[in-house]
């Protein structure tokens, strides 16, 4: 069947309408392409959010050998199926131990941690108030809940405290990350705990970017701020980034465990987590407990290569520098390539319009060399595109 609509009085039909959006994302400099990496890429890699180095260490690649080894390329099925494994029990433990919760529950991504999670706990009729400057996947579950969700500005505690206040609900989640991804910013997190406390609402905090770059040894924020373990408080995050492989937590108490084994769509409906990446995040969590002097050279070396761009001094591992035109960064991005660095380029939606940026990460196995290297060719490529 062949199906059109009309828009401003011309008939589209099907999936016509494809090609003038692809125009008119190009004209905005909002086009977005896809690039291969081979293996041996020599580029220097600020791009990443592998912020300890350790998606390549020779303990995690041969943990995530043994396991598919043992258990096959994928989990096969849904965790409730099949696809559990001795391996994502051992992890879900050590996880929860590292982390000082009660349990842990590990999903097949950080953004279905995120949007399984908050699911699971509001729907119609309950109320949740999103900080500005969460995660899409945080944003797509506030969507997907059906609840009445109120946006207050980013890391405004004030602003959270009179939504609650102002929306009576039945149920009240607070949502934010604790680290903002665009530009590393610590969020509140004590003051927003204080707050959900203070009007029965439960806090749900990502700390995506904050393993392994913040908190005692790594763990965080929330345990950074003496909450781990907090009652009404649920902690996200991902085996992604500072554990070098892939999948998602939600961490919390042993009930709150058993209600997204029963609730979470994202987790019911879901293949589990692939066994090789299991095994690689379980060797990683090991190296970054018995290695967490890689957590200070990470927030390191991020200063570093900020003081050397003249950046102001992070507060994790990720350095934002504003060009502000699309195309501008865009072409930063690309100079900086050509010159054999790696650096990542953030322009709308994923920012405000007006501020597209080069966004750096750092890793804990960068050299003062390669830092220094990097730092001289981003600032190149900056003058070079007129952004400095």
Same mark, same amino acid.
């Given at each position: 069947?062949?199906? !059109? ?10 999936? !016509? ?58 989990? =096969?099925?849904?965790?409730?199926? !099949? ?33 399984? @999670? ?15 400057? !969460?995660? *899409? ?34 149920? +009240? ?56 373990? +907090? ?12 554990? =070098? ?31 090789? +990446? @299991? ?38 591992? @990720? ?9 501008? +960064? ?10 054999? @660095? ?31 290297? *990097? ?14």
């Amino acid at each position: 069947m062949v199906t !059109s609509t009309t828009v401003t009085g011309v008939q589209q039909r099907g999936l !016509s309408w494809l090609a003038g959006d692809a125009a008119d994302r190009r004209a905005a400099g909002l086009h977005r392409e896809l690039r291969a990496r081979a293996a041996g890429d020599r580029l220097l890699n600020l791009a990443s959010n592998d912020y300890l180095g350790l998606s390549t260490h020779p303990d995690v690649v041969a943990a995530a050998g043994v396991a598919a080894a043992d258990f096959g390329g994928g989990a =096969g099925a849904s965790r409730l199926v !099949s696809g559990t494994t001795g391996l994502h029990a051992a992890l879900e433990a050590e996880l929860a131990d590292f982390f000082g919760t009660e349990a842990a529950l590990v999903f097949s991504s950080g953004y279905l941690g995120n949007v399984g @999670v908050i699911g699971a706990l509001a729907g119609r009729g309950d109320l949740i108030v999103s900080d500005a400057g !969460s995660h *899409a996947s945080l944003i797509d579950g506030c969507r997907l809940s059906r609840a009445e969700v109120v946006v207050v500005d980013r890391g405004d505690v004030q602003a959270v405290r009179d939504a609650l206040a102002s929306h009576p609900a039945r149920r +009240a989640l607070v949502v934010t990350d604790s680290i903002y991804s665009v530009d590393g910013a610590v969020a509140p997190i004590a003051e927003l705990y204080g707050a959900a406390q203070d009007f029965g609402a439960t806090l749900i905090v990502d700390e995506a970017h904050a393993l392994g770059v913040r908190g005692p040894g790594g763990r965080g924020i929330v345990a950074e701020q003496d909450l781990a373990g +907090a009652p009404d408080l649920v902690v996200t995050t991902v085996l992604s980034k500072s554990l =070098g492989a892939q999948g998602g937590a939600v961490l919390g108490s042993a009930l709150l465990r058993d209600h997204l084994i029963d609730r979470a769509r994202t987790f019911i409906f879901d293949t589990g987590l692939a066994p090789a +990446a @299991v095994g690689a995040a379980r060797a990683a969590l090991r190296i970054l407990r018995a290695e967490p002097e890689r957590v200070d050279r990470t927030r390191a070396a991020a200063r570093t290569i900020a003081q050397l761009l003249g950046a102001p001094e992070p507060e994790a591992a @990720v350095v934002s520098l504003i060009v502000g035109d699309p195309d501008r +960064a865009v072409r930063a991005a690309q100079l900086c390539r050509e010159r054999g @660095v790696l650096v990542g380029c953030f322009r709308p939606p994923s920012v405000p319009v007006g501020t597209s940026r080069l966004r750096l990460t750092v890793r804990a196995d960068l050299t003062d060399d390669e830092i220094a290297t *990097a730092a001289n060719h981003i600032d190149a490529a900056l003058r070079e595109v007129g952004a400095r």
